[in-house]
């Protein structure tokens, strides 16, 4: 690949980050689109290489960092070149998962394969353990690779079971997904059943968030997270209620014609208020928590992370993840 060439073409490129909406994309230079998201643009560079421009330097550097915790590993496409705002990786010649389940099953053999999959983002580091069905490609030979991953690293909260890789498969596919983790694994099905469930009780709850005072509001947050549960479930139970308030607050905002940014930051203080309230927050430091793991002896640890302030060109501290069993 000539580096130089590739260079002169994405100097010809501009990718604009709109909010809620994919990006808009001028290009004056040979090379042809082939598809766009929320981040970036990608341009075909030959059969098999293309290039990744994104709108900003941050989001480019979060899908470098990405793509080198899993370089070790066959899932991920091969960065041949890094710039600014451009990164140049193997081409992907396969179909996404969502074109493939249109006209084919979904068997065991190739839950087990996603499963596998997650199970890989958490042995290299991934915050957030889950990926959308479109952004899942099956070769020829069978094997899977993904893309667009930026969005797993470099995430404070996240939800603690596959939930978008779940939903993006439809309710048909959905149930057989979960009925072959069943059959392979009853554990990770009964943890996974179990979040499913936290799920629908945080979305209860958001609606009384969403209509009640906010003393009532702590006041129903204390009562839940006092519960005689596990601390571990309780932070996870946690993390729900904030995931969920914050998506069904953007939708009404959005309904309402008015720009969710404007408020997220209330919305941030809000919830750490909570936990303040709560005792959650008291003598630590932001981001400070207790992250749950499970070794090689299949033994629950602790490992603390903290206290550390985000640097540039430095990856920030890893958030929560769940436990692939």
């Not at 749950?292 to 430095?314: D, I, L, M, V």
Request: net charge positive.
């Amino acid at each position: 690949m000539d580096k130089q060439y590739l260079k002169q073409c994405v100097n010809k490129i501009k990718v604009t980050n709109l909010p809620y909406a994919d990006v808009e994309v001028e290009n004056h230079s040979p090379l042809k689109m082939i598809g766009k998201g929320r981040q970036g643009a990608v341009f075909k560079v030959n059969d098999d290489i293309c290039v990744k421009v994104f709108g900003n330097e941050e989001d480019c550097e979060r899908e470098y960092y990405a793509l080198s915790l899993g370089k070790h590993t066959d899932l991920f496409p091969m960065v041949h070149d890094k710039g600014p705002l451009h990164i140049a990786m193997d081409f992907i010649k396969g179909v996404d998962l969502r074109e493939y389940l249109q006209s084919q099953p979904l068997t065991e053999e190739l839950s087990f394969k996603l499963i596998q999959l997650l199970i890989t983002f958490k042995e290299i580091g991934y915050e957030r353990i889950d990926h959308h069905k479109r952004q899942i490609f099956i070769l020829p030979n069978g094997h899977l690779k993904v893309i667009d991953v930026a969005r797993t690293v470099w995430r404070d909260r996240v939800y603690p079971y596959p939930r978008k890789l779940i939903n993006s498969l439809g309710e048909e596919y959905k149930k057989t997904f979960l009925s072959h983790v069943q059959k392979l694994s009853a554990d990770l099905y009964a943890e996974w059943s179990h979040y499913i469930e936290m799920e629908k009780l945080s979305r209860h709850i958001t609606k009384k968030l969403l209509t009640q005072s906010s003393d009532k509001n702590s006041l129903l947050i204390e009562s839940l997270l006092n519960s005689k549960v596990e601390k571990e479930y309780r932070k996870r139970l946690e993390d729900l209620v904030y995931k969920v308030f914050k998506d069904e607050w953007v939708k009404v905002m959005l309904a309402k014609g008015v720009n969710p940014d404007v408020i997220m930051d209330k919305i941030e203080e809000k919830m750490e208020k909570l936990q303040v309230d709560n005792g959650k927050a008291k003598g630590k430091d932001e981001d400070h928590y207790i992250g749950f793991y499970k070794n090689s002896q299949s033994k629950y640890e602790t490992a603390e992370y903290g206290g550390a302030q985000k640097r540039k060109n430095q990856p920030r501290p890893r958030g929560r993840s769940f436990i692939i069993r």
